[in-house]
Nanobody, 125 residues
Framework: QVQLVESGGGLVQAGGSLRLSCAAS????????MGWFRQAPGKEREFVST????????YYADSVKGRFTIDRDNAQNTVYLQMNSLKPEDTAVYYC??????????????????WGQGTQVTVSS
C-alpha cells in the first residue's frame, strides 16, 4: 500500500522558516521523482519543486526560487522541503507527490502517480 505522509507544517511569521518532510512507503522510493505542490484557498494546485531520482536534478517555481530547497534521503525514504524567508503568499496546503516517469512535465500535477494528504502552512504578516 502506497503512502505519502507529510509533516512539518504550521504557523510561522513572515520571514521565518519551516522544513516539511514527506515519508514514503509502499513503493521503491529511490527510483521515483519526488515533488511538492501547494494549494491556497480558492486557487488551483500549483507546482513548487521537484527532485529527480536519477541524478538529483532539482526544479523550482519562480515564486520560491532562492528561498526553498528540496532534497531527499533515499535511506530514509523521505523528501524534504526547506522553506526560508516565508511570505504570507506562501500560505497553502502543501502536498508531496511521487512520479515514476517524468519528462519535461515535472510542473504538471497529472504527471504524478501518488499523492499525500497535505500539510497546512500558514504565514502571518
Amino acid at each position: 500500500q502506497v503512502q505519502l505522509v507529510e509533516s512539518g507544517g504550521g504557523l510561522v511569521q513572515a520571514g521565518g522558516s519551516l522544513r516539511l518532510s514527506c515519508a514514503a512507503s509502499g513503493f521503491t522510493f529511490r527510483t521515483y521523482n519526488m515533488g511538492w505542490f501547494r494549494q491556497a484557498p480558492g486557487k488551483e494546485r500549483e507546482f513548487v519543486s521537484t527532485i529527480r531520482w536519477s541524478v538529483g536534478s532539482t526544479y523550482y517555481a519562480d515564486s520560491v526560487k532562492g528561498r526553498f530547497t528540496i532534497d531527499r534521503d533515499n535511506a530514509q525514504n523521505t523528501v524534504y522541503l526547506q522553506m526560508n524567508s516565508l511570505k504570507p503568499e506562501d500560505t497553502a496546503v502543501y502536498y508531496c507527490a511521487a512520479a515514476r516517469y517524468l519528462g519535461g512535465s515535472y510542473a504538471y500535477d497529472r504527471s504524478y502517480d501518488y499523492w499525500g494528504q497535505g500539510t497546512q502552512v500558514t504565514v502571518s504578516s
